[in-house]
């Protein structure tokens, strides 16, 4: 999520939203209230990010369908409510903007992905990007981050020579320390494509 490079002075672990929906009885009007998770927050003084995390390692990935909401199949479209329900996703915006303070265009919404699907074509990350970038959320497009955009700011922020007290960036720091990891190399294009 590059929070640290970005200057977010607080990291929050997950918050659950209410939002209120009507259900699909067609006899009368019936309201439910459902929580949303966001899985981190973090905040500065100019801007709240939001951010949903999808690791899916041990599976296919990431499908684009699924994320964009078009999937024949409603229980995986579900998956990504907070991304592709434009009702949730502004009820969410308006939750966080009441609760932290933040007015709506200074809130930005992120997925972040460990595996996207669809392996070495890149296919279904190129979708996803592209219609993210279309999905006009708070203070602009969702903004999207792939395992390679997440590792490659965690090698920036643990190398850097003042001591921060988290275990991920020390573990990497011993690591590093040890041998253990390649050289630090500059990711390919497709970090600077969304970077704002």
């Known amino acids: 999520m ?3 490079t970005e200057d ?3 990291v929050s672990e997950a918050i659950k939203f209410p939002v209120v929906r009507q259900t699909a009885k067609t006899s009368r009007v ?3 209230t459902h929580g949303f998770e966001v899985d981190l927050v973090g905040a500065r ?4 990010v939001l951010a ?3 690791s899916f390692f041990g599976s296919r990935g990431v499908v684009a369908e699924h994320v964009m909401g078009s999937s024949q199949t409603k229980r995986f479209n579900s998956l990504y409510t ?3 329900d434009p009702v949730v996703r502004d009820a ?3 939750g966080a903007s009441q609760r932290y303070g933040y007015p709506v265009d200074q809130i930005e919404l992120r997925l972040c992905v460990g595996k996207f699907a669809g392996g070495k074509t890149a296919e279904h990350e190129r979708l996803i990007r592209e219609w993210a970038a279309t999905q006009i959320v708070g203070a602009g497009p969702i903004r999207v981050f792939g395992l390679q955009d997440i590792a490659a700011t965690a090698r920036r922020v643990a190398s850097n020579k003042t001591y921060r007290d988290n275990p991920a960036l020390v573990a990497m720091k011993v690591m590093d320390a040890a041998g ?3 050289p630090n190399e500059p990711v390919g294009c497709q970090n600077s494509a969304h970077t704002r």
């Open 52 to 54: 949903t995390v999808k």
């Open 8 to 10: 977010y002075r607080l």
């Open 45 to 48: 003084r100019d801007r709240l």
């Open 30 to 32: 019936e309201l439910q």
């Open 82 to 84: 907070l991304i592709n």
């Open 92 to 94: 969410v915006m308006d």
């Open 2 to 4: 590059k929070a640290d």
């Open 180 to 182: 253990m990891l390649i």
